[in-house]
């Protein structure tokens, strides 16, 4: 749970766009910088000023959704929640709930050009709309409290508010219209069908209410998984120093560090193709479990390694062999299958059921790999 | 291609006689689990459920049931050694929205 955490920021509060969150009246003051770079002007409304937000996104949030794609402080991009709005609205435009995480009102707001729209900011703690939902923190009671707090009824004449579908997950729609009189429209799954959804008459088609795991969203995520999974690296690094300074033969430590390097390729390998090849083959890969998936890509990685066996100077030794095989068919089955977490249409069952049989194995194996390997250094001294 | 995720697991379940077939599922559903047929909701995809809850959770009839949860590994994973309820630590922001 380390993105719920609330960062101290000795930002002072007076930086929120005015008439959003800084009034009393409107909410929670966030101590996040200003989004003054996305607004374009303030609108007087019968509650309040409103900032009017740009519907293009500048360098600055590219520069800040690269540096989100990158895993730098990916869980402090947020936005203060609050009223804004986008063109001209008026008492008739429609009401569009979003979360405070910058990435999803980005992605709204550059949708919605030429679009007169209020948008409302809830507080998900700066958490995505689907996985806010899924934590519950897009949800019936945040949904509720802003609708009153932020006086949309005072706002608008007409009583609907418009949610992404992926927020569905978190909400009751019926308690919602019940506490608040509005009624609960569900919108796309992808804001770049919000205007066409608002052009048929906020009828969201079945394509517009798919969710879809295509190459690109895969591609996409590819570099923060990479920033995780790459922690072990230094420890097989460290592993092989130690595996070659123990050695009946004279030792030069530059060569063992050299030497070293080229023994954890296959294993570095092997989590490149956990985290990069299973991801954007994925659906080309036999099998429906993620495990398995990994495990067919972990074969033929280490066929591969195999053939090239001499180039990594690995220890020449059918024990050594089979260990490698082993660790890097473990590598790449559980970095397959923790991919699960990430793919949109994996169940908690499936997962589950999944989890149970491959995770003991997993650890057996990985045991046997690492045993295999002692046990062939010992073999050398006897 | 389509993805596929392993079969005949999903908890999801609906209760006709308690369906007024409102739609509000078709309209919540990722992956067009429900179809309304004769003013009635149908389960038509099954194995395309994920257990996200969307559904029970909106129905204001109380007629479907689903144990929802996340279909991430590792959170089940952590959930067996700290011996607590699966919970997705994990932000991803890129697979979601």
Known sequence: MKNNKDKDN???NGCTPKGCCCDDNHGDVYPYPPLSHCIEKYIKTSVGDVAVVKTTLDAEDKLGAFRVRIGIKRDDYRVNPGVYAVGNPDDSSPVLVSANYKLSFDALRKELSDV????????????????AAGKGTFGTEEIISKINNLQIAKLVSHKK???????????????????TGFKVVFGPVRAQDIKAFLENNMIASRAMRTVLFSLKDRIIIIPVELVTVSIPIPIFYVFFIIYNLIS??????????????LNIIPFVGAILLGTVFVPILLPIIPFRAFSLKGLVIGVIGSVVTMLLYPVFMLPESILFMIATVLLM?????YLALNFTGTSTYTSFSGAELETQITFPIAIVTAIIGVVLMIVVKILEFV | MEHQYIKNVATLQLDTDKCTGCKMCTFVCPHNVFEVQNRKSVIVDLDKCMECGACAHNCAFDAITVKPGVGCAFAIVRGILTNSEPNCGCDDDGACC
């Open chain 1, 10 to 12: 000795d930002m002072p």
């Open chain 1, 161 to 179: 508010i418009i949610l992404p579908q992926l927020g569905a997950p978190g909400v009751q729609a019926h308690i919602i219209t019940k506490q």
């Open chain 1, 116 to 131: 007169n729209a209020w948008i409302v900011v809830i507080d998900t703690k700066g958490i995505n709309v689907w996985c």
């Open chain 1, 248 to 261: 009946k033969q004279p030792i030069v430590f530059g060569e063992v560090l050299l030497k070293s390097l």
């Open chain 1, 329 to 333: 068919l473990v590598i790449t089955s």
